[in-house]
């Protein structure tokens, strides 16, 4: 990871809960109750402290949206923007012209911390800033409750399973072999052999650690707080949630597999697999075109964005690394997104959001793994319509005009080479 990908500070904590997306009853920053969207099966995710000296891995999104609700587009629908040679681009980011706030909840003008760290993408920036700090281990405390408090309010893991993250919580936090110590006040001591004495006896409740998060609260207001409030971190979440959503452009592939069959010279398959098509300047923009009939395009566009993202990561491309993975919250994560995934879920949208400043390379795998299957899905379904037939028609056309090409220029070339002999030929006679 480079050093501007990561500012300094212990690994942070899989941070995943936020009330913007919580259940019912749950409080928003603005005080509103959140009515949840009815949920299937749910994988469990992972404790956060159990991956602490690893790469972050965002949980399984299992939990599925039923919401069919589209937003107005932000993405081009022109083919000239998509396939315009000279309006390539460095990466399938455009700039729409609907302002990001049409798609988040979250508002710029948040001025305590309780605001920013109930919300996810707000939380961010903050986080961003205390690990630059160095400072980060009541925020972290305070995250790692709140997913404690998810855990237990959603239903999603077993009781052994919440038992083992609160204790995980005491021994990171809590004491003087605590990895992360926070500073806990006298009067609290009490309440902290209170709750060793009921996690011996393997009992737990929603509010066991509510007094020692909302001192971590009162703490960050403080002490790192006022220092944020000046910081250049604050003034990058107001533009980004200020300005305009960003938009999708496909870059089109440059290279195509005609060139290796008229130089192997062989005939043009009947068949292509997904990844040939995905690859190919021929053969892409007709399966693109396919889905936008059809209205389905958020699965290829999603696959592409995180592919491009895991580039920008491997070339340490932070700066741009920042840029596509906020158009993919956008676009494609966070409920009521123009784009939005089925395969999405709240948990992954709150963890994603809470990175976005410090972007990690492994954040979207689990996603490019679904949207590869669902692109799949799709691509199974273009194989069996009419336009499938156009991959082989188009290609051997292409063949043949590259082929022929090739033949009048080697025939050219035999020519001039012909007569160029010719002409020394005579002038050695003469």
Known sequence: MSPENSPGGSEPPSLVCSPVFSDAGRPTPNGAKVQVLPQTAVAKPESPLAERKSAREPPEPSERHTSNKRRPSVVSNTDDDMFDESRRRRSSIGVSQIPIISFINTKSDYNTVDQFVQDPIACGFFRAFCMKEHNEENLFFWLDVDHYKDLYFQGIASHE????????????????????????????????????????????????????????????????????????????????????????????????????????????????????????????????????????LENLYCYIQVKEFEEAMENSDVKLAKELAWSIFCNFLNEGSPYQVEYTSRILCKSVARTLPTPQPEMFRVLKEKAKEALENDYGRFRKSADSQKLHVQMEEERSALAQTKRVSLKSLSTFSLRSKTKIAVKKQA
């Open 161 to 296: 399973e919440i038992l083992e993250h609160a204790r995980s919580i005491m021994t990171t936090y809590i004491g003087t072999e605590a990895t992360l110590e926070i500073c806990i006040p006298h009067k609290l001591e009490k309440k902290m052999m209170e709750i060793r004495e009921r996690l011996q006896n393997d009992e737990v409740n929603q509010d066991i650690f509510e007094q020692c998060q909302q001192f971590a609260l009162i703490t960050m207001t403080q002490d790192v707080y006022p220092r944020f409030s000046r910081s250049e971190q604050l003034k990058e979440f107001k533009a980004r949630v200020d300005g305009m959503c960003p938009s999708v452009i496909p870059r089109p592939p440059k290279e195509s597999l005609v060139s290796h069959l008229v130089e192997e010279k062989k005939t043009t398959p009947t068949n292509f697999s997904l990844d040939e098509v995905m690859e190919d300047r021929i053969l892409f923009p007709i399966f693109l075109r396919s889905l936008r009939k059809q209205s389905c």
